[in-house]
């Protein structure tokens, strides 16, 4: 089944973090082979679908990629680049995605990349994720308390939330994880 982007395409030169991924190589060796989307996890919902992300880099339309809810709802599980014959870095293109999206300040549902930002500052804190905070902070952020309150309680009484975190890891070693991530983010 082939997916039809109806509306016309505003296509731009795309930017810095794009082009150096389409100079390296990483997505202008896909040959749209689909392979990608047929072993993606999240692409039977998706509104683009991972093999269209390729071709969209690499046709410069990058305001439809930054407005689409796919770049936020990967996984980023690698399931895309080891099924591609041509091993192309799809999840490299992604976080670059998120990122310029970030820049932009344009997201299909801010939502996402709040409870995104917040997932991440919990495991730097902790080591692991804490649903019980995460889920306070995502709901004091976006605001949206009532949304998902009536399955609290029962979420709770089966024990889905702890009350109390528990600390796994040592801490210096995952500051310097994120630390280290974040240079290699910046670095060209």
């Known amino acids: 089944m082939t997916t039809v982007i109806e509306r016309p395409l505003s296509l731009s030169t795309p930017p810095a973090a794009l082009q150096a991924l389409l100079k390296s190589d990483a997505l202008s060796l896909c ?5 990608c989307t047929a072993g993606c996890p999240v692409a039977a919902e998706a509104d683009v679908k991972p093999h269209e992300i390729v071709r969209l880099v690499q046709l410069g339309a990058t305001d439809e990629l930054l407005a689409s809810r796919f770049i936020w709802e990967c996984t980023s599980c690698g399931t895309c680049e080891a099924r591609c014959p041509q091993a192309v870095a799809l999840p ?3 976080d670059a995605l998120r990122r310029l999206s970030r ?23 902790l080591g692991r994720t804490h649903e019980l905070a995460l889920m306070a902070a995502f709901k004091l ?7 998902d309150f009536a399955r609290f309680p029962t979420m709770l009484r089966k024990g889905k939330f702890a009350l109390l975190p528990r600390l796994h890891g040592d801490r210096a ?16």
Do not use: G, H, Y
Not at 31 to 35: I, S
Not at 103 to 125: G, H, Y
Not at 173 to 188: L, N, S, W
């Open 31 to 35: 040959f749209q082979c689909r392979k």
């Open 92 to 94: 490299a293109a992604i």
């Open 103 to 125: 820049e932009r300040k344009v997201a299909a549902d801010p939502a996402v990349p709040a409870f995104n930002d917040i997932f991440l500052a919990t495991v730097r804190q």
């Open 141 to 147: 952020r976006t605001r949206r308390f009532s949304q």
């Open 173 to 188: 070693k995952r500051q310097r994880i994120f630390r280290r991530a974040r240079e290699q983010r910046k670095a060209p």
